[in-house]
């Protein structure tokens, strides 16, 4: 008996300090200013975190919080008020400040442990040799999807539009990774790339091009992919330089497929 509960307590210390290891992961730097602007970026890096470690709910609700926080600012104009004077009003600014809080203070690292993560659809990158392997067969082949969150930093020459448009972005990432035939995902896509319009191409740009266009192909609309592709190689050619390696193989492997499939796809699931 004593043996036994020695291996029960055990297993609990390090069950302990595994939570306690996992909790780091979770901590975001608040800063003094509780401005609305400031809190918007909070939110917004707090929610890329919990995607990381799979906390997708949590995510949704900090990547709300922080849409509303510029909501508010294109309504009121005051980016530098109180972020508390909008907690009573906005419940998705409560929720998301509630989320802030209890990941910064970590009092109880039981209550804040990190949960199983959601099942996704994890994408996998498939080369040019691959390509050209299974062209017989789509069935064979799972797309390359942008799965990196955006963050924000204080920069003035970053406007509210597209500080919006990368939040949204946040959200329907968020949609699709939590179902791969999410409608609200690629209407969350559609949104973000309509406040772009009229900007230079960068990476939001590309990454919000690619996850329409897979998202098109996984669920039946291979017109829409094909036009995603084509303005994929556009895009990719004069940003190839801002592009990670794999970024630039995921990318050139999607315009293979995706813009002239073998045969047509079969819907997520």
């Known amino acids: 008996a004593k043996a036994k509960d020695h291996k029960h307590q055990k297993l609990k210390t390090r069950r302990l300090h595994n939570i306690n290891q996992s909790c780091q992961l979770l901590i975001i730097t608040m800063t003094d200013n509780s401005s609305l602007s400031q809190r918007s970026i909070d939110f917004n890096n707090a929610g890329v975190r919990c995607i990381e470690t799979g906390r997708h709910r949590i995510a949704w609700d900090l990547f709300k919080g922080a849409l509303e926080v510029k909501l ?14 909008y907690q009573n009003t906005n419940n998705y600014i409560a929720r998301a400040e509630a989320h802030l809080t209890n990941i910064n203070s970590m009092q109880n690292a039981f209550q804040f442990a990190p949960q199983e993560p959601e099942p996704v659809t994890t994408p996998r990158m498939q080369s040019i040799e691959t390509w050209e392997k299974f062209s017989n067969d789509a069935s064979l082949y799972v797309p390359f ?11 003035p ?29 690629i209407s969350l896509y559609e949104l973000s790339m309509t406040l772009l319009a009229g900007d230079s191409v960068d990476l939001l740009g590309i990454s919000l091009m690619n996850n329409i266009g897979v998202w098109c192909y996984e669920n039946g609309d291979l017109a829409g992919c094909a036009k995603c592709m084509s303005h994929l190689v ?10 990670e390696q794999d970024q630039k193989e995921g990318i050139q492997s999607n315009i293979l497929w995706l813009a002239h499939p073998p045969c047509t796809a079969s819907p997520a699931a």
Do not use: C
């Open 234 to 243: 556009s895009f990719t050619s004069a940003l190839s330089s801002d592009l």
């Open 72 to 85: 508010a600012i294109e309504r009121t104009g005051e980016s530098n008020a109180d972020i508390q004077s």
């Open 145 to 155: 999807l942008f799965t990196d969150p955006i963050l924000l930093g204080v920069d």
């Open 157 to 185: 020459n970053i406007t509210t539009r597209r500080e919006s448009a990368a939040i949204i972005f946040n959200l329907g990432l968020t949609e699709h990774l939590k179902a791969r035939r999410s409608e609200q995902a």
